[in-house]
């Protein structure tokens, strides 16, 4: 039975559905009949081809079905089980990954890099803050410090620029640490940077991207990325055993050469970001929002009065109140129409006007 569509929301970026182009590669997928399982497809060979002329490099790439799986296993594929990785104290590793990281890597410890910087408050990790990590201690009793991870774009919507993907790289080999990179939200950082995609990765010093396709307009699927090939050694044996491995493989890469062709991951995740600047402009000036920092890719986070809070709730709108302490946090997706921007702009603007 056919739905009216529901309406649009903020909550998340995956509360969206999937995009014409990633839909329309499926389908192709499905007409080709009978096909290879487990990556020996097609699709698959395509699909990862593509990634390696996009990222113009020979890298090594796997599918798995979600964020969560693809950082968890990267992760412990860098690391051994008295190892550590630093990262930034709202990661998506740490606070919403379920212990994931660990598990996956038989006890590899999340090193959450406390600091007080600009960039810190702005969910980002800086070189001195790793510095402090690695020389506070160097002693057998604590878990020697492996990897770095960092978020683009962040969980906070602002995005590394890659002099600070550098630097942070920089600090990471002279320290030997690998790099990876939790890119659930890559798309919209390269949307924001207008750079080529290994500029911010491996030409950086990054050695592997979990490339987000999901939150970009994906029905299902994340791509792992090894830019340095050995850190992959035995890497399918680990996503078979943590049950990552889809025999239907190419239904999570067949979309995936659907939003690389045309550029369509790019198209998306400019969209997204484009609706957030609209978000941004609409509500900067309302008396009683105070947005936390402008954004650069496609979140706006904002604090608004309680009262503000709950009329819109009550008025239907479903957002998150607080994401990572800051604030409000207001996401766009690929598909979000810039009439439902206009709408939740004018509620709540009349929202905070009757708090105050
Ligand atoms: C959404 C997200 C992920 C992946 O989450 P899953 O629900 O496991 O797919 C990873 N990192 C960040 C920063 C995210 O926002």
């Excluded at 590669?25 to 080709?32: E, F, G, T």
């Excluded at 410890?109 to 001195?128: I, M, N």
């Excluded at 602002?158 to 002279?174: H, L, P, Q, W």
């Excluded at 994401?323 to 004018?346: H, K, Y």
Aim: net charge negative; glycine share 6%; proline share 4%.
């Amino acid at each position: 039975m056919p739905h009216r569509p529901a309406r649009q929301q903020f909550a998340s970026d995956n509360l969206a559905g999937i995009c014409p182009a990633a839909l329309q590669s499926m389908l192709d997928a499905d007409a080709s009949g009978h096909q290879p399982a487990y990556g020996d497809d097609v699709w698959t060979q395509k699909s990862t081809d593509m990634l390696r002329e996009l990222f113009q490099t020979d890298c090594d790439v796997y599918y798995v079905f979600n964020g969560t799986a693809a950082n968890s296993l990267a992760l412990a594929s860098l690391c051994q089980s008295y190892h550590s990785v630093i990262c930034s104290p709202v990661a998506h590793i740490e606070t919403d990954e379920c212990g994931g990281p660990e598990f996956f890597s038989n006890g590899s410890k999340l090193l959450v890099a406390e600091d007080d910087s600009d960039a810190a408050r702005q969910g980002k990790l800086t070189p001195d803050a790793i510095e402090h990590m690695v020389t506070r201690r160097r002693d057998i009793h604590y878990p020697k410090p492996k990897v770095v991870s960092i978020t683009q774009a962040t969980e906070l919507g602002t995005v590394y620029g890659v002099d600070e993907v550098r630097a942070i790289a920089a600090i990471a080999k002279r320290r030997q640490l690998k790099v990876h990179m939790d890119g659930a939200r890559f798309a919209n950082a390269v949307a924001t940077l207008g750079v080529h995609p290994s500029e911010i990765t491996w030409r950086a010093g990054v050695d592997v991207l979990c490339f987000g396709g999901t939150k970009n307009g994906l029905a299902v699927g994340e791509a792992i990325v090894f830019f340095d090939r050995e850190l992959a050694t035995d890497f399918a044996w680990r996503v078979k055993q943590a049950g990552q491995l889809a025999s239907k493989m190419r239904f999570i890469s067949a979309p995936w050469v659907g939003m690389l062709e045309n550029d369509n991951w790019l198209r998306n995740a400019r969209h997204a970001n484009a609706m957030a600047q609209r978000l941004y402009q609409a509500i900067q000036r309302v008396p009683g929002v105070h947005v936390l920092h402008p954004p650069q890719a496609n979140a706006v986070f904002a604090q608004l009065p309680a009262t503000a809070i709950a009329r819109l709730h009550a008025a239907g709108w479903k957002f998150y109140e607080f994401i990572a302490g800051g604030g409000c946090r207001l996401m766009c997706a690929w598909d979000t129409q810039p009439e439902t921007v206009d709408a939740f702009a004018a509620d709540l603007a009349a929202a905070c006007d009757a708090a105050a």
